[in-house]
């Protein structure tokens, strides 16, 4: 809850408030969608276990996923954010059994725009606040393996 309600990281997320009772009630009807395998929010860790960040998979629609409220904080490392978009990938198309991915970006969140698009993610449209994007299990692969070639 802290990461959500912290300004700094915070900005192209939906609002949430910091009432105990409200998030309470938010993490029980997760809980059920998660038995329901409707939606599934990671907390992301760096190796020495220090918690740096948050992530979700959810939206299920036919073959293909969403993700995000993802937020990473000061704690993370160099590459988390690479690192966590693979977990993510490896875990709905492995895990799940998912082709695609379909996600949303608010506008002026121009650092991850970039990410996504360097990953290959190609713009699908646009709301009023979000630009749409989708990509495949097969692009995500061979990004993975453009930059494995790297290292």
């Known amino acids: 809850m802290s990461l959500r309600t912290d300004e700094k990281y ?12 409200a998030q309470v009630d938010w993490i029980r009807r997760y809980k059920e969608d998660e038995a329901n395998k409707q939606q599934f929010y990671f907390i992301i860790e760096r190796l020495d276990g220090v918690r740096c960040g948050t992530v979700r998979v959810y939206d299920f629609v036919g073959d293909s996923f ?11 490392t160099r590459y988390a954010a ?7 990938y490896q875990f709905a198309f492995g895990e799940l ?12 969140n121009d650092r991850v725009i970039s990410f996504h698009e360097k990953m290959g993610a190609t713009r699908t449209g646009e709301t009023e ?5 989708q990509i495949a299990k097969e692009t995500v692969s061979d990004s993975r393996a453009k930059l494995q070639s790297k290292l």
Not at 12 to 17: D, N, P
Not at 66 to 74: F, R, V
Not at 82 to 88: G, T
Not at 97 to 108: A, E, I, T
């Open 10 to 21: 915070n900005k192209h997320l939906s609002a949430v408030t910091g009432d105990v009772e």
């Open 66 to 76: 969403c993700w995000g409220s993802w937020i990473l904080n000061e704690d993370k």
């Open 82 to 88: 690479i690192e966590s978009a693979f977990l993510v």
């Open 97 to 108: 059994g998912f082709q695609k991915c379909h996600f949303d970006v608010r506008k002026g």
């Open 129 to 133: 606040l979000d630009y749409l994007f």
